[in-house]
């Protein structure tokens, strides 16, 4: 089992970065293949970046692509999602989220956090 627990969103002016963190407990983050998604007021979640067990294979989504790093520490059990050149249309609740199996559908990954949500606006 995974508890996830994200952190590090907040306000930021349309150009700026954020580093998003997700904290992982339990023995199966090194084994998982992890995601971020994200979901804007009224619209489905939407696939943003996943990360293989070892780094190894890495995919964005389209409308970040060139703009987002995402990265894993497993000694720390920590996913990270730098995210830079912020847009406004990037403001949304973002979720970190675990699977065993390569994906960007939202309905593979079992294990979620809480979200935490980014604002970009001037």
């Known amino acids: 089992q995974v508890q996830l627990v994200e952190s590090g969103g907040g306000l930021v002016q349309p150009g700026g970065s954020l580093r998003l963190s997700c904290a992982a407990s339990g023995d199966a983050f090194v084994h998982s293949i992890m995601g971020w998604f994200r979901q804007a007021p009224g619209k489905e979640r939407e696939f943003v970046a996943r990360?293989?067990?070892?780094?190894?294979?890495?995919y964005y989504g389209d409308s970040v692509k060139g703009r987002f790093t995402i990265s894993r520490d497993n000694a720390k059990n920590t996913l990270y999602l730098q995210m830079d050149s912020l847009k406004p249309e990037d403001t949304a609740v973002y979720y970190c989220?675990?699977?065993?199996?390569?994906?960007?559908?939202?309905?593979?990954?079992?294990?979620w956090g809480q979200g935490t949500q980014v604002t970009v606006s001037s």
């Open positions: 989220a675990a699977t065993a199996n390569p994906s960007d559908n939202p309905e593979d990954y079992y294990y």
């Open positions: 990360i293989s067990q070892r780094s190894t294979y890495i």
